[in-house]
């Protein structure tokens, strides 16, 4: 059993409008090892962040909903949040367009639980030379603890968002992407690889 059905479960426990809302299936498109393997052959560049997550929804079949909070687009994957006050980069951009919208519900529910508790996590920073091979690693500046992450939605949160400040609690919970201390990403944290290695 893959990883993100047990991320998708978690959040959808957390967030019980997600359970309600409405996604949208994502249609097939050549994945990630299929873009190296061409990539390498035809010298053609390697896939953007955005692409890569996009291959790696598609791949496990993951459904995106969105809501508005304003003029900011709130998306989920039910693994990764996003508020964005800019476009969405391609593909992206085009498979939210086809998401229907949700009701305020789930933006609220983004505000209630993250936004309006940033203070309860601390700062956290990026190592660069993880302890476990084929994560993203986020450790506390101050020592407090560490969590592991997806490494394809962490290099799509810094391509969106390279100037980022990093929250984290500790190993299960989400990081908290903010800039200029306004949340931009949530991303939940691993506690084990897809392959069933546990990382905790």
């Not at 992407?177 to 306004?182: A, H, I, L, P």
Request: net charge neutral.
């Amino acid at each position: 059993m893959s990883v993100a059905p047990l991320i998708i479960a978690a959040i959808t426990i957390a967030c019980p409008v997600l359970a309600l809302g409405q996604g949208v299936e994502i249609p097939k498109a050549p994945s990630a090892e299929q873009h190296t393997a061409a990539d390498a052959a035809t010298g053609q560049p390697t896939p953007t962040a955005a692409e890569a997550l996009y291959d790696y929804l598609q791949k496990y079949k993951l459904q995106v909903a969105k809501d508005r909070a304003g003029s900011r687009l709130i998306w989920t994957d039910r693994v990764m949040i996003e508020l964005s006050e800019s476009p969405l980069p391609e593909p992206l951009a085009s498979l939210l367009a086809t998401a229907p919208p949700n009701d305020g519900r789930f933006a609220t529910w983004v505000h209630d639980t993250f936004e309006s508790q940033m203070g309860t996590w601390h700062a956290g920073k990026i190592n660069p030379h993880p302890k476990k091979a084929g994560t993203g690693e986020i450790m506390s500046v101050r020592g407090e603890g560490r969590c592991f992450v997806n490494p394809i939605y962490l290099t799509y949160v810094l391509s969106r968002y390279p100037e980022a400040g990093i929250l984290i609690k500790g190993p299960t919970d989400p990081a908290l992407f903010t800039v200029n201390g306004q949340l931009r990403a949530v991303v939940s944290p691993w506690t084990k690889l897809p392959d069933g290695t546990p990382l905790l």
